[in-house]
């Protein structure tokens, strides 16, 4: 099983950003997409964003869309979102996540085989 370390999380007011990065181990990095996500209090884990192996292809969820920024540099075995304009409601823990099966699912918490511990983003109004 792949290990994933995710950093950068914070408190940051409304209206700014933070950049997570997510390190993983492993030789066979560049060969799975990449996502995240994000579970906020009393609520189910949600999918933000997801990566290709390549980094030629994303796709994000709407609530982020815009705003969010996923990418990936294989070289340093590490993915990245870049958070800007953001909101109270973007408040959760994030976790990256790494399909390195195929799955059929790429939106669905079920379609990932390895999680990282999660960073905490607070966003205050």
């Known amino acids: 099983q792949v290990q994933l370390v995710e950093s950068g999380g914070g408190l940051v007011q409304a209206g700014g950003s933070l950049r997570l990065s997510c390190a993983a181990s492993?030789?066979?990095?560049?060969?799975?997409?990449m996502g995240w996500f994000r579970q906020a209090p009393g609520k189910e884990r949600e999918f933000v964003a997801r990566i290709s192996w390549s980094g030629g292809n994303t796709t994000y969820a709407d609530s982020v869309k815009g705003r969010f920024t996923i990418s990936r540099a294989n070289a340093k075995n590490t993915v990245y979102l870049q958070m800007n304009s953001l909101k109270p409601e973007d408040t959760a823990v994030y976790y990256c996540?790494?399909?390195?099966?195929?799955?059929?699912?790429?939106?669905?918490?079920?379609?990932?085989?390895?999680w990282g511990q999660g960073t905490q983003v607070t966003v205050s109004s």
């Open positions: 492993g030789r066979t990095f560049r060969s799975y997409p």
């Open positions: 996540a790494a399909d390195r099966f195929g799955t059929s699912y790429p939106t669905q918490v079920d379609g990932y085989d390895s």
